[in-house]
């Protein structure tokens, strides 16, 4: 592999799959990369300065909802630069994209620790990526905000600084939305065995405290058709390759609830969903519809700095950079990775126009939960 040493790269840019729409801009620029093992010398180079890292998985299961992501941060911390920065200087984003690999986390995460100017992790996606850089961040003294981490964590070191609604919260909005419809079980389907050796405790308790009894499915499975109510966890390739094959009876219907790692926009652009199989897909942000003022900043910045349409996931990203750059904007005295992880430590109520980041306890009491759905002609309602 042929690398340029370049702020926050690592690896190349992989592949985007075939039905994904074009990235331009920035998102372009990306083919540069660094040899993480060069980081540090070229790190050196640039000068003093504060940064903060983002790490994030493109893999391919990933792609769809980790470049949204990240490019609503871009765009959130471009936007913040352009506006004067921390204390008059811009902060440093460092970008560091994996193949979601073990070797290849970790990898980013030396790399991160070894940048002298680096103060904080923020946004690192998607959930795996987000799980796994914040194992082995609980004895790393720098602060790990915002990350796309849905999976229930006990955060032994506090270092972890969740901003999103977990899985629980995503199932029991999901529930509550449907009990018209008197649900009271449902299917649940994983991509892959790797995410259900993960995630199933979770989302079983998840579904067990609102009192939903659930039932693991084969995602291969076309024997028999599903529960009307099915609770899928995994991207958006598996979740169409799953809506394609399904065999519903005549007559029959079921509604799919995907759980926060689906693009709804990307899955349209595959060939949708079937008419009897509609999609719903639950974002822990406000509907791009809001007329929040954090809706409207990210689609005004979105607009200026890329030919991109909007999403969830873009603005998650989004709403992740500007708390971390609230945050840090709160640190009296000399920034460093020490001053900055006490200063998320006390976990200061974070008003980001209209979307509103609060604690209790050490644990995230504010609970943003939104749904979305595919129909059968293609349309994004809600």
Known sequence: MSCTPHTGRLGAALPLHAAQPRRRALLQAASVCAVASALPTAFAQEGQGIA????????????????????????AWADFNGRGGLRGRPVQHLVLETDGSPAGLRAAWQAAQAHPA?????????????????????????????????????????????????YQAQIAHA????????????????????????????????????????????????RAAPPAIVLFVGGTPELHAYVSRLVMPPGRQCYVVALADVNLQVLAQMGGTRPSVPVIATQ??????????????????????????????????FIAARYTAEVLGSVSGPLSRASVLAAF??????????????????????????????????????
Do not use: N
């Open 52 to 75: 903060v890292a983002q790490i994030v998985d493109l893999s391919a299961q990933q792609q769809d909802v980790s470049r949204d992501f990240l490019t609503g941060s871009r765009a």
């Open 118 to 166: 680096c103060v904080a992790f923020s946004g690192c996606a998607g959930d795996g990526a987000a799980a796994a850089i914040a194992a082995l961040q609980a004895g790393g003294g720098m602060a790990h905000a915002a990350p796309w981490l849905h999976r229930q964590w006990h955060d032994e070191g506090d270092t972890v600084f969740g901003i999103f609604p977990d």
């Open 284 to 317: 822990p942000v406000p509907l791009l519809s809001s007329s929040l003022p954090i809706v409207r900043a990210y689609r005004a910045v979105l607009g200026r700095l890329y030919d991109e349409p909007p999403s969830p996931q873009g603005l998650a990203g």
């Open 175 to 222: 529930v509550r939305s449907l009990a018209v419809m008197g649900v009271q079980q449902a299917g649940v389907v994983f991509a892959h065995a790797s995410v259900q050796q993960q995630l199933q405790a979770s989302v079983v308790q998840a579904g067990t405290a609102m009192g939903l009894r659930t039932q693991v499915l084969s995602a291969a499975d076309r």
């Open 345 to 382: 430590r006390k976990r200061p109520e974070v008003q980001l126009g209209g979307y509103a980041v609060a604690y209790q306890g050490g644990r995230l009491a504010s609970a943003t939960v939104t749904q979305s759905m595919l129909t059968a002609d293609g349309r994004i309602v809600g």
